[in-house]
């Protein structure tokens, strides 16, 4: 399974980001796809997960300004960021728990994340 993310960039405080990852690749199903972020220094952190039922999960501090949905014929997951600050500024990775053939057993993919940067 390969995640390719795209969407971040540079953006003033108060502004916005869509992330976007597309799973690809050979695989039987994806159950979770989500988001998460590392700051530098920082460890990795939840920032919003969804089931492939539509259950969503998002981290309790980002409640409100930010978004997950998902697409499961496009096998994709976005993320809408709004009202961002620059503790926000971080690598942004896509997630998707899947398995490649009926049976085998689940793993965790990582895409290769894509930086955001909220400046002051």
């Known amino acids: 399974v390969q995640l390719q993310a795209s969407g971040g960039g540079l953006v003033q405080a108060g502004g916005s980001l869509r992330l976007s990852c597309q799973a690809s690749?050979?695989?039987?199903?994806?159950?979770?796809m989500g988001w998460y972020r590392q700051a530098p220094g920082k460890q990795r952190e939840l920032v919003a997960r969804?089931?492939?039922?539509?259950?969503?999960t998002t981290a309790d501090s980002l409640k409100g300004r930010f978004t997950i949905s998902r697409d499961n014929d496009k096998n994709a997951v976005n993320l809408q960021a709004d009202s961002l600050e620059p503790e926000d500024t971080a690598v942004y990775y896509c997630?998707?728990?899947?398995?490649?053939?009926?049976?085998?057993?689940?793993?965790?993919?990582w895409g290769q994340g894509t930086q955001v940067t909220v400046s002051s």
């Open positions: 997630n998707a728990y899947a398995r490649r053939s009926y049976g085998s057993a689940w793993i965790n993919y």
């Open positions: 969804v089931t492939s039922g539509g259950k969503i």
């Open positions: 690749g050979s695989f039987f199903s994806i159950n979770d």
